[in-house]
């Protein structure tokens, strides 16, 4: 390998070097934010479905969820911060704008990266693939307290509606979500 062909290589390594970093850094933040987010509302759903206070087991529910769109709010922001300290996007809002669309996969805005740096659009979609597909996960986790708080309240609506059509579905009339621990 001749000088030359070394050169061209170091916009690659660039490329994976600070790809790869602020890959794990966001996904670390993510699933950092993510895991108490999700304790917070584990937490508060528990002590309100206790209290028979329903409504802010919802509220909690989807104050979570703003929480969680929020976190992938800030990654957008530090891979548009990033593109910015690195001097490849001299605006701001065309920094958050490449981040967001590259990080939601969308791909709406125009590839505006100098032609050595393209390597990092790859590196923020996948950093927004995982975070999202983890900020999807717990919500799914979240959706048992939710719905057991809904059946809860709802219990006599629904057990009328049963009995009117006449139907057994005891799962509708008494939800069941495991409260002790498990090993």
Same mark, same amino acid.
């Given at each position: 390998?001749?000088?030359?062909?070394? %050169?061209?290589?170091?916009? #690659?390594? &660039?490329? @994976? /070097?600070?790809?790869?970093? +602020? $890959?794990?850094?966001?996904?670390?933040?993510?699933?950092?934010?993510?895991?108490?987010?999700?304790?917070?509302?584990?937490?508060?759903?528990?002590?309100?479905?206790?209290?028979?206070?329903?409504?802010?087991?919802?509220?909690?529910?989807?104050?979570? %969820?703003?929480?969680?769109? #929020?976190? &992938?709010? @800030? /990654?957008?922001?530090?891979? +548009? $911060?990033?593109?910015?300290?690195?001097?490849?996007?001299?605006?701001?809002?065309?920094?958050?704008?490449?981040?967001?669309?590259?990080?939601?996969?969308?791909?709406?805005?125009?590839?505006?990266?100098?032609?050595?740096?393209?390597?990092?659009?790859?590196?923020?979609?996948?950093?927004?693939?995982?975070?999202? /597909?983890?900020?999807?996960?717990?919500?799914?986790?979240?959706?048992?307290?939710?719905?057991?708080?809904?059946?809860?309240?709802?219990?006599?609506?629904?057990?009328?509606?049963?009995?009117?059509?006449?139907?057994?579905?005891?799962?509708?009339?008494?939800?069941?979500?495991?409260?002790?621990?498990?090993?």
């Amino acid at each position: 390998m001749d000088a030359q062909q070394i %050169i061209q290589t170091v916009p #690659l390594w &660039q490329n @994976l /070097a600070v790809g790869a970093v +602020a $890959l794990f850094v966001l996904l670390w933040i993510n699933v950092f934010f993510q895991r108490r987010i999700s304790l917070n509302f584990e937490i508060n759903a528990r002590v309100n479905l206790s209290r028979k206070r329903y409504n802010r087991v919802f509220l909690n529910y989807f104050t979570s %969820i703003i929480y969680l769109i #929020l976190v &992938q709010c @800030l /990654a957008i922001a530090l891979w +548009a $911060l990033i593109l910015r300290v690195l001097g490849l996007v001299m605006s701001p809002l065309d920094a958050l704008l490449f981040a967001g669309s590259c990080y939601t996969t969308i791909g709406i805005v125009s590839d505006i990266m100098p032609d050595t740096w393209k390597l990092l659009a790859v590196f923020i979609a996948l950093s927004g693939l995982f975070s999202v /597909a983890l900020s999807t996960a717990v919500m799914l986790n979240m959706s048992p307290l939710f719905r057991f708080a809904w059946l809860k309240k709802h219990s006599k609506k629904i057990q009328q509606i049963l009995k009117k059509k006449k139907l057994d579905l005891p799962e509708l009339i008494a939800p069941r979500v495991d409260f002790t621990e498990t090993d």
